[in-house]
């Protein structure tokens, strides 16, 4: 079962976190005290020796009275129940980066600077008091909070000239310049890609007919978060394999500990299909199965091969008997007639 990162916290053995003593697990369910609705929070720890129940309630944990202790296997004979144990802690944490710092962390602040430019070029667009305002000549002025009352309420300033012979009505308005947001949000959408160790598929490289090294190059940043996310979790399978492993022997399905087992993480990245076949036309130390292997066409390798097996017999088949036709048609009289 996967549990949501937020419910666990967990205890090391070690500073480098890669061992784990124990783990609490905390979450809510839903109660009913009569007909009423109620949700109690749970609390569960998770060690060698088995799961401890426990309930928060006015305050502190208070062991649950449904269940104390369970063990993590019950082996039931028919007459006989035992409860077993693993030798560890069954909780494998599946790791990000060897630092355990999320992707959020990254980007929330460039995602926020994001939203407010995106927030304050909507309002500004708008025409209201902040950027449209109505100047009255000759109307009799205003204190300083009866001015900024109107200008927010009315968005209107009344103004009276040295002589008070002038009058009418004027517009004061304030230019957005659009070109200034989009400036600052290209500048906030490139560091979230680069902060964020992304793939850009906008990107100036992909136009007009990229090149390998290009598009290689554009998937630099998310091959380095993959690389670490992949070495994260081959060391999270391991952990996991032990459980598998002890499993098998204890059901008596057979020892499998000292077994290789390779984890294999596939990724998918944008190629030059062009570029791959020509190349591999071009190849000649290459044998046709490792052609074929690397075929930007090709899913399964074992199939193409024997396809390409099939239409060569059947090529040969029709040329079987050309040899016999073409004898038949020299032989006869002198005169090239049979």
């Known amino acids: ?53 426990y309930e928060w309630f006015s305050g502190r944990l208070v062991q649950d009275v449904t269940k104390s202790q369970t063990s993590y296997i019950t082996i039931n004979d028919g007459e006989n129940e035992l409860n077993m144990n693993w030798q560890r802690v069954p909780l494998i944490p599946f790791k990000f980066n060897n630092k355990e710092i999320p992707l959020i962390k990254r980007v929330k602040s460039l995602q926020d600077g994001i939203n407010i430019m995106l927030s304050d070029f909507e309002n500004n667009m708008q025409e209201d008091a902040r950027n449209t305002i109505l100047v009255l000549h000759n109307y009799d002025g205003q204190d300083l909070g009866e001015f900024r009352r109107n200008l927010s309420i009315y968005g209107t300033v009344k103004v009276r000239s040295a002589d008070g012979s002038k009058g009418g009505v004027e517009t004061l308005t304030i230019e957005v310049n659009a070109d200034n947001y989009k400036s600052i949000l290209a500048l906030f959408k490139k560091a979230l890609i680069e902060n964020g160790r992304g793939y850009d598929a906008k990107d100036e490289r992909m136009a007009n007919n990229p090149n390998q090294l290009n598009i290689r190059a554009m998937y630099s940043e998310i091959d380095l978060d993959a690389d670490g996310i992949e070495t994260e979790f081959q060391a999270s399978f391991e952990e996991l394999l032990w459980f598998i492993n002890v499993h098998l022997v204890n059901t008596g399905q057979g020892d499998y500990e000292g077994e290789y087992v390779n984890i294999i993480f596939n990724r998918d990245i944008l190629i030059n299909e062009m570029e791959v076949v020509e190349v591999l036309n071009k190849s000649p130390y290459l044998s046709e199965e490792t052609k074929i292997a690397q075929h930007p066409y090709v899913k399964d390798v074992s199939l193409e091969l024997e396809r390409n097996k099939k239409e060569r017999q059947e090529r040969m088949n029709e040329f079987d008997g050309y040899d016999d036709h073409f004898k038949n048609l020299g032989s006869g009289d002198g005169n090239g007639q049979e």
């Open 1 to 53: 079962k996967r549990f949501p990162p937020h419910e666990i916290i967990p205890y090391w053995k070690d500073s480098e976190q890669t061992i784990l003593d124990f783990a609490i697990r905390i979450y809510a369910v839903k109660a009913y005290e009569g007909d009423r609705e109620v949700v109690v929070e749970k609390a569960e720890v998770y060690s060698a020796n088995g799961v401890e129940h």
